[in-house]
């Protein structure tokens, strides 16, 4: 337990900026896991629609700082991808 004043307001602060980035973190994740899951059974509209927020979700992260920029990049990268083949091969 932390016994300094500052060192109890740093408690406190990395307490609020834990939870934050859990929460942004989480919601990333599901953003991703619908999109894939929408992959999976083939829905190209579906993915499509998802894809929009998916990026934004992962634009969101990135810019909060709980994932790397070049991490959120890759993410988009191979989601725009897999979603991009997904819609040539349903045309």
Excluded: C, P, W, Y
């Excluded at 109890?8 to 939870?19: I, N, V």
């Excluded at 969101?60 to 040539?88: M, P």
Aim: net charge positive; charged share 30%.
């Amino acid at each position: 337990m932390a016994h300094h004043a500052s060192a109890q307001k740093h408690m406190r602060q990395s307490l609020k900026r834990r939870g934050r980035n859990r929460s942004s973190l989480s919601r990333f994740k599901t953003q991703v896991k619908k999109l894939n899951a929408a992959l999976e059974q083939k829905d190209a509209d579906q993915a499509q629609k998802l894809l929009n927020a998916t990026v934004a979700s992962i634009d969101r992260a990135s810019k909060q700082g709980v994932i790397h920029d070049n991490a959120a990049a890759r993410h988009k990268s191979r989601l725009t991808r897999k979603v991009s083949a997904l819609r040539t091969s349903h045309a």
